[in-house]
């Protein structure tokens, strides 16, 4: 899961980072408006966290743009502004969620967990994928009775997968989730390939038939 941390006090940003990281996200931080809006075009959150006084503006701008876009990311207002005007606006744009500084970095973390669930999986603990019982919390999979031991990225992956059903994934996007690196070059992807090997062998050893599909020179599709 990717995070886009916009905010200018880079104490706070970088231990939101670092708390975030040790839940396995994905975190980049942005520290002006230009440089979100950079990575934003580039690149999709599952959701980014945004404050809203910057250096070069309101961020109010950058969540108006992100919706006029139609952008999938889901976006959650941390802001000391503290003041229902601002709180309002921002949800009226289109925000998900809106966090008062100071906050607790574990509320934070539940705010961000449920909104990805929200948005992604309809509000479930258990994913329920033909065979394939995923619970979000404790990262088990269960393909009937057989557990499924993954790596991390490996499961990360089955969820991006999972989550985007029936929707084509490229190479790239891949490589980014599993890399963390906001880049779009790499010189190679079999890391990718190695990934996706080792995931589909286990899945398909513990009994689940294959849902994912090769489009070859493009990249890969969860198909039911
Ligand atoms: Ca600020």
Request: hydrophobic share 40%.
């Given at each position: ?76 207002i941390i802001s000391a502004k503290g003041e229902l005007e601002d ?118 050893d513990a009994g689940c038939p294959n849902y994912l599909k090769t ?10």
């Amino acid at each position: 899961m990717k995070v886009l941390i916009v905010e200018d006090e880079p104490g706070l940003a970088n231990t939101i980072a670092a708390y975030l990281s040790a839940d396995n996200y994905q975190c980049e931080i942005a520290s002006t408006i230009s440089d979100a809006r950079n990575r934003i075009e580039s690149f999709t959150y599952d959701c980014i966290l945004l404050d809203l006084m910057l250096p070069d503006g309101n961020g109010l701008t950058l969540l108006s743009e992100i919706k006029d876009d139609a952008r999938l990311d889901g976006v959650i207002i941390i802001s000391a502004k503290g003041e229902l005007e601002d709180k309002i606006k921002g949800l009226k744009l289109g925000a998900d969620d809106y966090l008062s500084k100071p906050f607790h970095l574990p509320e934070l973390a539940a705010r961000i967990h449920s909104l990805i669930r929200r948005r992604q999986f309809a509000n479930a603990d258990i994913l329920h994928f033909g065979e394939l019982n995923i619970n979000l919390n404790t990262r088990t999979i269960l393909v009937a009775q057989n557990e499924v031991v993954l790596t991390p990225k490996e499961f990360d992956v089955l969820i991006y997968f999972i989550g985007n059903k029936n929707r084509v994934l490229s190479k790239n996007s891949l490589a980014e989730r599993l890399s963390g690196d906001a880049i779009d070059v790499f010189d190679s992807y079999d890391f990718v390939y190695a990934h996706i090997k080792n995931l589909k062998k286990k899945l398909q050893d513990a009994g689940c038939p294959n849902y994912l599909k090769t489009l070859y020179g493009i990249g890969y599709k969860w198909q039911e």
